[in-house]
């Protein structure tokens, strides 16, 4: 049976629906906006820094080594939104999903080192590469040099992915660990910077 471009639509409308955004509270904050708790940062950290008005910055240092900062936690189910703003250079960031496993994905925000364009949304498997780009059918979502709204869910292998509100992505993923932190990339290998803040995390 020939399944076509309006099915596949209607399809994802409907899932969407079931799975829609989440409500979060000051409970579910993973980032209280002045300290690192609830993070690990890394050894002689010179990357992360806490800005004012509650905004957590990453910016390359020199000779580009990269870093992530990951959370104290382990998750299995769990949405996870933040706000990012995409800074000088080229921007190579992303949330990673339940560790960094080859076997699990990363969800891109801006430059595909690969790709060499924005990904930002889909997500990224190592050893795979994008298997799905999440703004292709949503050209203007993503709003340049401005705070974006990017809200995940992970339920066991399956990802839903909003941006500024709008779903953008729902991807299943074979032989995915189901249970890892959380991680912001700050990518090795590129000068840039990257800010975030409002960052809140709920199990679902």
């Known amino acids: 049976m020939k399944i076509t471009a309006f099915a ?33 940062v ?10 004012p008005k509650g905004i957590l910055s990453a910016t390359s240092d020199p000779t580009e080594t990269g870093s992530t900062l990951w959370s104290e936690e382990k998750f299995t189910d769990f949405a996870v939104r933040l706000e990012f ?3 000088e250079g080229t921007v190579d960031s992303g949330i990673f999903i ?10 891109q925000i801006g430059i595909s080192g690969s790709l060499k364009r924005d990904m930002t949304a889909s997500p990224y498997v190592p050893k795979q590469g994008y298997p799905v780009e ?8 993503l709003k ?3 705070w974006n709204v990017l809200e995940v869910h992970a339920r066991g292998n399956r990802y839903w992915v909003w941006l500024n509100g709008v ?4 991807y299943t993923l074979d032989n995915a660990d189901l249970e890892g932190p959380v991680g ?8 840039m910077d990257v800010r975030f803040k409002n960052i809140y995390l709920k199990a679902l």
């Open 8 to 40: 596949l639509t209607l399809a994802f409308f409907v899932s969407s629906l079931t799975f829609g955004q989440t409500k979060f509270s000051k409970k579910d904050k993973l980032f209280d906006g002045k300290t690192f708790a609830q993070w690990v």
């Open 42 to 51: 890394p050894e002689n950290n010179i990357w992360w820094n806490i800005e």
């Open 85 to 87: 703003l995409m800074g």
């Open 98 to 107: 339940r560790g960094e496993s080859p076997t699990n994905p990363q969800i």
């Open 134 to 141: 999440a703004l292709k059918n949503h050209p203007g979502v």
């Open 144 to 146: 340049d040099k401005a």
């Open 167 to 170: 779903a953008v992505l729902d």
């Open 184 to 191: 912001l990339q700050l990518h090795p290998g590129k000068t």
